[in-house]
């Protein structure tokens, strides 16, 4: 995407979705040289899902048609629920632009069950005080909790549909187990790292697959590593996806891009 580096964990040839995370880029990590363009995410409209991105390095410039508008910095996280639909940027700010700097920002989209996909427009920006952390294993494991719960520390931002989300920093050697409940559906995916997760060795760059076989997660880190780990129950409904929207039928997409071009989604100012 111009010079910005991404790899796609989700969708991929074997996986097309995990019900209901839907979408996984990783952008970087790299290093941009000062008087950039940074990220090219301009004006674009979405519908019917939810976005959670993570800034790593650098930082993103945010600003939608729901009235949204801030700079969320490395450590932070915003989350975002397009419901009826909304147009949203992504860019840098000008002080990255200028300056330059280390980049690395994943962002993960979740699906939004039928019932909840006209909802109304939200936006929430968190830098990084504003997430509550986890330490265990002696400090060697530090949760970073997002939404849902880890063990008696509940995450700042509410979800509608009980998405649990959590990044995960391990030190060599780090080591915890949690119990997930088996008819939820997974997501783990490795941003740094190198892990052992029940008995099998997962690499940065990898999204790990579950069966729902079990309720209990032991991960392990063989080198200093980080982590994405999700969980949510599965709506089990279709998915209709195209371009910015996704949907339940394909007079949903047709219906989304109508209410674009008559500008119901808001217009870019």
């Known amino acids: 995407m111009g010079d910005l580096v991404t790899y796609r964990a989700l969708p991929t040839n074997s996986v097309d979705y995990i019900d209901p995370f839907l979408f996984l880029n990783h952008h970087g990590p ?10 090219p995410f301009g004006p674009h409209p979405h519908r ?3 976005t959670l991105t993570f800034i790593l390095d650098g ?10 508008k801030d700079v969320i910095e490395a450590g932070g996280v ?8 909304l147009i949203h940027a992504e ?10 700097g280390p980049l690395e920002i994943l962002q993960l989209w979740f699906n939004l069950p039928a019932k909840h996909k006209m909802a109304k427009p939200n936006y929430i920006g968190l830098q990084q005080d504003a ?3 986890v330490e265990e294993n002696n400090g060697k494991v530090k949760v970073n909790v997002i939404s849902g719960n880890w063990r008696e520390t509940k995450g700042p931002i509410p979800s509608v549909s009980d998405i649990h989300m959590a990044s995960i920093e391990l030190k060599a050697g780090g080591r915890f187990t949690t119990t997930i409940a088996a008819d939820r559906n997974i997501f783990f995916y490795v941003v740094r790292g190198f892990v052992n997760v029940n008995g099998e060795r997962a690499e940065k760059l990898n999204l790990v697959e579950f069966a729902n076989e079990g309720e209990e997660l032991t991960v392990e880190a063989l ?5 994405l ?6 709506f089990n409904e279709p998915v209709v996806s195209h371009g910015p929207f996704v949907m339940n039928t394909e007079e949903e997409i047709h219906q989304a891009f109508r209410d674009y071009q008559q500008g119901k989604m808001g217009v870019w100012e």
Do not use: R
């Open 223 to 227: 080198e200093d590593s980080y982590i």
């Open 78 to 85: 915003q989350w975002m629920t397009a419901g009826s639909g």
């Open 131 to 133: 997430i509550p952390s």
């Open 59 to 68: 930082d993103i410039m945010h600003q939608d048609t729901g009235g949204g």
């Open 91 to 100: 860019v840098s700010s000008d002080k990255f632009k200028k300056e330059g």
């Open 48 to 50: 019917g899902f939810e």
């Open 30 to 39: 790299q290093v941009y040289k000062p008087n950039n363009y940074g990220l």
């Open 229 to 234: 780990l999700g969980h949510a129950q599965p």
